[in-house]
Structure formats: structure tokens, C-alpha cells
């Protein structure tokens, strides 16, 4: 009797711990392992795999929460999020704080050998004749010759510094650097709003040849594709780092950065209930060379980060099998076998057809054999841009306030309106916002009267010509439900960082209403009123000018209006690829998690929004 006790133990206690290498106990709760939705090639690969081992592997659920560094960081410290894939250690305030809270973990390093530091690309130092040849060191840019070559657009006297996205932990850094430099007087220090357009501006440089000079790191797709030639700076000290990090304003001097602390970033209450998933991270890294290759091929658009994983994982096992124990790799080599993450969708796989290669494709022969014309356009139209800033910069606050308010009484006759948006407008001054205001105002200006340019006569054509109507509503469709950021991607890589291409993908975006309501007024012109034009002998023209505008007035005031609504909601959409203005606080704000920055601006918008909107209302109602 006690050896069958005995023989029912031992296979109670195989059963059971066969169960337990089936469903690791990090899995048990059905709660999905949130994972931070990193938006740099690197970390989005890395997120990728990691993912395709817990799910194929461990039998876990996995999801993505995206954001960018410092809120990701600081979900990571509330348990929102439980795994970063790349942490760039002790880089922000948030990860200190919440390291020293013990909230957070650094498990592993995803990868070795990490660099980082001011670039230049190589064709413009590489051999006697280069445009940049002897530029070697940091130290050399505040000749002349230097700050000429990397001129800015928008402030011709000064160079441009690409500079990382705000809230990135490298921005506060790169701009302490300017200052230690003394380069601050020498060059702008250019925010690109996001990750995505600061790789579309390098990309579109390499294509172009055109000088730059920007921060960059590797391992990155970028790294791996171009030669990316690196300055040297003074050798990293820990005084100097630390004055360079801190929010002191005092600087010791320049220095190259520390050698990269690259870890997993783990959420302490997840790496208590997951002990196994801490041994994977702590085993898994990947070669840098490998990982570049692989950043290279999702960058060619070859496959997206979850297909490039796969890839990877069938392709390098001898990479990933150290990370897991036998039974695991097992698992997830029968796994691979499958097709990818393709494999999930309800749509027959067989019929699926993709235009990504072929559009980039025709987008990259666009930039290579028409850049240079494009950058006329880019160059004509900023031209304009900066005048109109130079006119809004050089007008008196108050000459300007009393313009506004002035056309506010011409179009509304109401003296409680004038003087309310005179003291709106007077409140933007107030909280420090009137310069970042003139920003926006000359976006939208510039942006709404080419608007009109084009949505007038277009509204003419819609109304007048039924094949014309045909053509142009599908357009006009298609332009007004297609997402605004869609429009800013080839505007970046055709006419790059700031305001040009903003101004282009504000027009695209806000000019439908225009056009519809001018075709709108124009057909709702009492037919009789035209039967008498034509009775007193009205040539086309004499009745389009004297009869269907000027009836029509209403209608085009109110597509004003809207155009004008729809430019300003596009403010920091715009941010996102460089242009200046309210919108680059909001986004500065949300990227920094600066509640009060980010208030501030969108009272701002909201002031400026109120105030058009009045103004052209009044002149709307005024023509009726």
C-alpha cells in the first residue's frame, strides 16, 4: 500500500510539473503582460521579440501601450506598463525617481556596444574636395564656413542642429551641450517634433546629399544604412555629465556621453510574480550587428517589427536558445513553423495585396530625381512664411490687438464682442504665449489665403461644370476622412522640417469646406436674379462677379470660417514635423508631462480659436 501511495506521488508531482513548464506562473492570471510601445526602430523590434517569446513560448497574453519616453516610464513605475525593452538607464529624472522608489527595475541589456553623439553624413567630410572636409571635432563648428553650410531655413544667419524630439531624455542634454559649446549663438537648436520625422529628415538629406547636422545613435536603422560619421567631443566626466543632466542651468563644459547603460526596464510588482520572465530578460541579448541588420530590413519596409521578429527568431537560433531552457525553445521553434503574425487575421491571406513597397518606392525616385525642384518650392514658400513673421514680429502687441479688434467691430457692430477679444487677445500676452501666437498666426494665414486661391475658383469649377463635380467630390472625400498625419508624411520627405511643409498639409487638410461651401453658394443663387443678368445682356464673367459672389458671400464667409477652424486643429499635428508655435508647446507639454505647459497653450489655441471664429462670423452674417 505505501509503495502505490508512493508511486501516486511521483506521478501527481510529474503531472504537476509538467503543467507548470506548459503555463509558467507569470501567465496564470489570463491578464495580458502590458509592454511599453517604444517608437524608435530598436526598441520596437526588441518589443517584438520579446512578445513572440512570451506568446509562443510561455503561452502568455501581450499588448503594447504607446507613449513616449517619460510617460511610458512612469506607467512602468505605476505597473501600467511592465516591460521597456530598451531602457537607457539613469538618462531621466522619472526612472531616478522611480528606481530610488523601488518601483522600477534594470534586468539584462537587449544589446552591447551603444553609442551615441553629434553626426554628420559622410559625403560631406570624405575626401579634399567635400564640402565639410577637415570638420572632425565639435569644437570646429562655430567657424563660419560651418554654420553657413548647416544654415538654417527659417533663420539664415544661423546654423541648424537637429536636435531629438522633445521629452526625449537626449533633447535636455543636446541643448545643455549647445550652451557648454557656446554654439547657442551660433546654430538652432531644431526639435522635429517626433522620432518618425526625424528619420525622414536624415533619409531625405542622405538622398539629396545636403548637409546636416544632427544627434543620432546606434543601434538604429539609420546606423545601419548610412555612414554616419561622428564628431569628436571632449571625454565623458562624470562632473561634466552630471551638470549637463541636471536642471541647474550651471555647466561644466562639453563632453562626449557615458558609455550606454542599456537595460530591460521592469516594473517591480511584475518582476515579483515573474521570476521567470526576469531569468529570460536577464539571458537575452542581442549581437549588434545582428540587430542592425535586422533594424535595416524593417526600415527598407520589408516587413513590420512582429514580421521581422519572426524572422529573426527562425533565423538566429542560436542566438535565442541560451535565452529560454530546452523545453521552451522547443515550443517556440514548433511555433515558427506556422505562418507569422499574418497568420491571425480572419481574411484570407492569399488575397491580400500591398501598395506600402511600391508607394515608397515611387516616393524615393520622387525625392532623388525632383528634391532639388521641390526645394525651390520649400524655398519660395518660406520666403513668404518668413516675412509674414517678420510683419506679425515687428507690429506693436498692442497695434495688433486693436487690428483684430477693429475687424472684430467691422464685421459684428457689437461693442461687448470687440472688447471681449481685445482682452482675450491681450490675455495670450499675459501668459507669455504672444510670440508663439504671432507662430501660429502666420501659419494660418499663410495656409487659409492659399486656401481661398484654391477653394474659390475650385468651388466655382464644382458648381459651374457637372464633369468637373464628378472628379473633384470623390477628391474632396478622400481629403477630408484621410487621417492629417497621412498628409504630413510626404510633405516632410518632399520639402522637409518646419513650417513649409506644415503650411502644404494644413491646405490639403482644411481646404474640402472651403470648396463646398463656395459650390454650395453659388448654386443656392436665386435662378430668377440670373434670368434678369442675362436679360441685361451679362457676359459669364459679369454675372459670376456681379451676381453669384457677391450673393454667394455667406456661404464662402462660412467655408472661411471652417478652413480656418480645421487650419488651427492642425497646429499640433504640424508640431509633430517642426513647425514653431502654440502647438509645439502642447506637444512639449504631453511629450514632458508638463500638465501646466501644455494648459497653457491649449488656452492659448482656444483664445486664438474663439477669436476667428467670431471675427469671421461676423463678416458672414454681415453679407447676408
Known sequence: MAGMTRILVMVWLCLASGVAAAQPSSCQTGKAVMFAGLNWESGEFLTAVLREILERGYDCKTDSLPGNTVTLEQALANDDVQIIAEEWVSRSDTWKRAADAGTVRAVGHPFVGATEGWYVPDYLVAGETAP???????????????????RDPEQPTKGRFLNCPSGWTCEGVNSAKLRAYGLDGHYVDFRPGTGPAMDAAIVAAYAQKRPLLFYYWSPSAIAGKFNLVRLHEPPYSERCWSALTSKSGKLAGGCAAPE?????????????????????????????????????AISAKTADPRQQAVIFLRSHPEVWHSW??????????????????????????????SIRQPVNAAVDRLIKDHGGAFRVVSDLMLSVVLGVDAVLGWLPWWLLIAVVAALAWLGSRR????????????????????????????????????????????????????????????????????????????????????????????????????????????????????????????????????????????????????????????????????????????????????VGQGLEAGIGIVILAFVLDRVTQGFGKAGK
Open 132 to 150: 565639410a572636409a577637415g570638420l572632425r571635432d565639435v569644437a570646429q563648428l562655430s567657424q563660419p564656413r560651418y554654420v553657413a553650410l548647416f
Open 260 to 296: 550606454a547603460d542599456i537595460a530591460y526596464g521592469v516594473s517591480a510588482a511584475f518582476a515579483e510574480k515573474s521570476p521567470d520572465v526576469v531569468a529570460l530578460l536577464t539571458r537575452a541579448t542581442v549581437p549588434l550587428d545582428i540587430l542592425n541588420a535586422n533594424l535595416v
Open 324 to 353: 529560454v531552457d530546452a523545453p521552451t525553445a522547443q515550443r517556440i521553434d514548433a511555433g515558427l513553423g506556422l505562418t507569422a503574425v499574418t497568420a491571425k487575421s480572419n481574411f484570407p491571406q492569399g488575397l491580400t495585396v
Open 415 to 594: 461693442l461687448w464682442l470687440t472688447a471681449v477679444v481685445a482682452v482675450l487677445l491681450f490675455g495670450i500676452g499675459v501668459l507669455g504665449l504672444w510670440d508663439l501666437m504671432t507662430q501660429t498666426l502666420s501659419l494660418m494665414i499663410i495656409a487659409c489665403v492659399i486656401g481661398l486661391i484654391i477653394g474659390v475658383p475650385a468651388g466655382i469649377a464644382v458648381a459651374k461644370s457637372r464633369t468637373f463635380r464628378a472628379i473633384a467630390m470623390p477628391v474632396l472625400d478622400v481629403m477630408q476622412t484621410m487621417p492629417g498625419f497621412v498628409y504630413l508624411i510626404p510633405a516632410l520627405m518632399l520639402f522637409g522640417l518646419g513650417k513649409v511643409p506644415a503650411i502644404l498639409a494644413t491646405v490639403v487638410f482644411c481646404l474640402p469646406p472651403m470648396v463646398r461651401l463656395t459650390a454650395l453658394g453659388i448654386e443656392q443663387v436665386d435662378r430668377e436674379i440670373r434670368e434678369a443678368g442675362e436679360a441685361f445682356g451679362l457676359t459669364q464673367w459679369q454675372m459670376l462677379r456681379s451676381i453669384d459672389l457677391p450673393l454667394a458671400r455667406p456661404a464662402i464667409m462660412a467655408g472661411l470660417n471652417q478652413m480656418i477652424m480645421l487650419a488651427l486643429s492642425m497646429v499640433v499635428v504640424a508640431s509633430m514635423i517642426g513647425a514653431r508655435g502654440l502647438g509645439e508647446q502642447v506637444l512639449n507639454g504631453i511629450q514632458t508631462l508638463d
